[in-house]
């Protein structure tokens, strides 16, 4: 969502609200007439600002600091943010903490720059303040320090900074601090994508892949991981492989794909490691090379990625790819992946066991993994569980 897009919906939220003004208080809607203005000016926002913020002190009995023909929109930003200062604590507990945060971020500016990026943030707090009544007031338990917000939000638009822009993208991204709010998030990701951070190129990539907060598409997500991929950042670059392997965005290439993959190995990611050896196991736009395949696989394996380590249990318990049959390196691989929840290495585990397959029978112990992957809503586990509790009782 870049400036130009995000102008357009701000001019269609404020035609929203000027359609609806019978509910809302008559200098908000004078207000909304300076919004739409091109010239738009920080002292405007300023008081708007300071209106909403005395309103909500009056409703809650509190005195408040009255601004009175302030000499220069210097003073008016100093009155500002004494009466936000001085009436901290009730204000906590009337606004929702991410809105307080941008209470205090857009307060805080010296200087308007990202006009639209402003605009929409404000128009945030208009939209609560115009619906807000006792039940929208809440506490949360804020993580984030309210000065680290302020000074994030003050360098990505007065700095134009892309390293905070991806910071502010990061904290809307996650439901910890603030609420989540996918479109903040892709506005400060495409922000700092558009000065080419490989780190938010990928992260907005994400979104348009998954839909999250825009329509979903695949040739966006395929641009913007190559453009973070082509700088060297291994998670677009395995992203990226995938697309090409699945035809997602692009027409299938197997030999793009590839070469993907193994940039992506090169830099540590295990999961391209792993989808390697699908690649050299299967012969996908390459000759089939089980070797190679079991190396990529033991190597996803060993550094932890789960379907590798239960891909291995399988090789070593069918005795695949030139592999003696080992049920004993079988069972260290599949409870490395039942460590990590794996449901199928839980339903093999009781297999194996409830079987006898490594030389013993342990009824005790087939149905203790059997019980792990039903718990997890296995219905082959649970038949089985069955079956062996019928025998016992027989």
């Not at 059997?370 to 809503?377: D, R, T, V």
Request: charged share 25%; with cysteine.
């Amino acid at each position: 969502m870049n400036e130009q897009h995000l102008a357009e919906a701000n001019r269609q939220r404020i035609e929203k609200m000027q359609c609806s003004h019978q509910d809302m208080k008559d200098w908000l809607v004078q207000d909304l007439l300076f919004l739409s203005q091109e010239n738009l000016q920080l002292s405007t926002i300023q008081k708007i600002l300071y209106q909403m913020i005395k309103d909500l002190l009056k409703n809650h009995q509190q005195r408040y600091l009255k601004i009175v023909h302030p000499k220069s929109e210097e003073d008016l930003h100093e009155m500002e943010l004494t009466m936000l200062a001085e009436n901290d604590d009730v204000l906590r507990e009337v606004i929702p903490f991410d809105l307080y945060v941008l209470v205090w971020q857009i307060a805080s500016l010296e200087h308007l720059s990202h006009v639209e990026i402003i605009l929409d943030d404000l128009l945030d707090v208009i939209t609560w303040y115009g619906q807000m009544s006792e039940e929208d007031a809440q506490e949360v338990e804020e993580e984030l320090e309210l000065e680290e917000a302020i000074e994030l939000y003050k360098q990505a638009i007065e700095q134009d900074d892309a390293d905070a822009q991806f910071e502010l993208g990061g904290i809307y991204s996650t439901d910890e601090v603030v609420s989540f709010q996918a479109q903040k998030a892709i506005k400060w990701f495409q922000a700092a994508a558009l000065k080419g951070m490989a780190d938010a190129q990928y992260a907005l990539g994400n979104y348009y892949f998954e839909g999250i907060g825009v329509t979903e598409s695949f040739e966006h997500a395929f641009k913007l991981y190559e453009e973070a991929a082509l700088q060297g950042h291994a998670d677009a670059a395995n992203n990226l492989a995938d697309m090409y392997l699945n035809g997602e965005g692009v027409a299938v290439n197997y030999e793009a794909a590839r070469q993907w993959f193994e940039k992506a190995a090169q830099s540590g990611v295990v999961e391209s490691m792993f989808t390697l050896g699908i690649i050299h196991e299967q012969g996908l736009g390459t000759a089939v090379n089980e070797k190679q395949a079991l190396l990529d696989y033991q190597q996803s394996a060993e550094q932890g990625y789960v379907e590798a380590q239960y891909r291995m249990g399988g090789i070593y318990l069918e005795g695949k790819f030139g592999q003696k049959r080992d049920v004993n390196h079988a069972l260290f691989w599949y409870e490395k992946a039942a460590e990590q929840y794996h449901i199928d290495a839980f339903y093999d585990l009781g297999f194996i066991w409830s079987n006898g397959i490594a030389g013993i029978r342990n009824i005790e112990k087939g149905i203790h993994w059997y019980k792990k992957a039903a718990i997890q809503g296995d219905g082959e586990s649970k038949l089985q569980l069955g079956h062996l509790f019928y025998k016992v009782k027989a």
